[in-house]
Nanobody
Framework: QVQLVESGGDLVQPGGSLRVSCAAS????????MNWVRQAPGKGLEWVST????????WYSGSVKGRFTISRDNANNMLYLQMNSLKSDDTATYYC???????WGKGTLVTVSA
């Protein structure tokens, strides 16, 4: 069975940093491109970032480009999102997904507030 378990969400002040993580299991993690997607309170889903199978290629939405860094550790089936210079608009529940968007975890909540 496929499992995606996000963790690391917290309350952070504007301008602060945080790293969220995703532990994947139940599929061959290294064979898939992976995404981070987020949902702000009362809003729809928003794509954040994508990483290639070997981690050498990355893509970011315009709103996070230059502030966030996606990475992966295929040996440990882990996906990460390093978030710097956080803004209140980054407040959301963050989810990791395959590019196919076929499975979802519970997400992890990041709150950016003074």
């Amino acid at each position: 069975q496929v499992q995606l378990v996000e963790s690391g969400g917290d309350l952070v002040q504007p301008g602060g940093s945080l790293r969220v993580s995703c532990a994947a299991s139940g599929f061959t993690f290294s064979s898939y491109y992976m995404n981070w997607v987020r949902q702000a309170p009362g809003k729809g889903l928003e794509w954040v970032s994508t990483i290639s199978r070997d981690g050498t290629e990355t893509w970011y939405s315009g709103s996070v480009k230059g502030r966030f860094t996606i990475s992966r550790d295929n040996a440990n089936n882990m996906l990460y999102l390093q978030m710097n210079s956080l803004k209140s608009d980054d407040t959301a529940t963050y989810y990791c997904t395959k590019v196919e968007l076929d499975y979802w975890g519970k997400g992890t909540l990041v709150t950016v507030s003074a």
